[in-house]
């Protein structure tokens, strides 16, 4: 049994290791996709609320590197499945705000901007899926969380068509 214990030991450790090798990438592409997003939209949302949803992606993957850095300084104070909550907290946090970026826009901005926006968060959270597999909570939770605000969004919105491409995003993860 004692060999066991240790095989899982060892694959706990190299999952958390995994999910924080990437917090570098992850942070950056989050960072200048959220400003662009804030460029593209900027004329169209008001500015404090654009500002504050910057503001809180900004310190979320803030957040995310200092978790990082106190993973790599102070690994062995706290176990694998502290560090491992510690991440799927972060991470989820940044992914609610990512969710929650299509409802700032509700009937504010055109649709050609609206089309844009719909495929980089897919791809957001296409990514972000692939990249948080090492936690499949986390993971599941990045990705339909993204998928879902989308959905629902378009359902709010009411155009035509709507109720079909909401499902189909829903399913799209």
């Known amino acids: 049994m004692e060999l066991k214990e240790k095989y899982f030991k060892d694959l706990n450790r190299v ?4 999910l924080y090798s990437d917090v570098y990438v992850s942070v950056l592409t989050g960072t200048i996709v959220s400003i662009a997003f804030s460029i593209i939209v900027a004329a169209d949302i008001p500015r404090h609320i654009l ?3 910057l503001l809180f992606i900004l310190i979320g ?18 176990s694998d499945k502290e560090w491992l909550q ?6 989820c946090f940044v992914a609610l705000l990512w969710g929650i970026f299509p409802l700032l826009t509700i009937n504010l901005i055109p649709t050609h ?5 719909t495929v980089i968060l897919l791809g957001l959270a296409a990514g972000g899926t692939i990249s948080n597999l ?9 990705g339909l969380n993204i998928v879902f605000f989308n959905a629902l969004k ?14 189909a995003l829903i399913f799209f993860m």
């Open 15 to 18: 999952r958390v290791e995994t």
């Open 51 to 53: 500002l504050t949803w």
């Open 61 to 78: 993957g803030a957040y995310r590197i200092f978790l990082r850095y106190q993973f790599h300084s102070t690994r062995f104070e706290h």
């Open 86 to 91: 510690k991440f799927h907290f972060s991470t």
């Open 113 to 117: 901007k609206e089309t844009f926006i």
């Open 134 to 142: 090492a936690s499949k909570k986390t993971a599941y939770f990045y």
């Open 154 to 167: 378009v359902w709010i919105e009411g155009k035509e068509g709507a109720l079909l491409f909401s499902v």
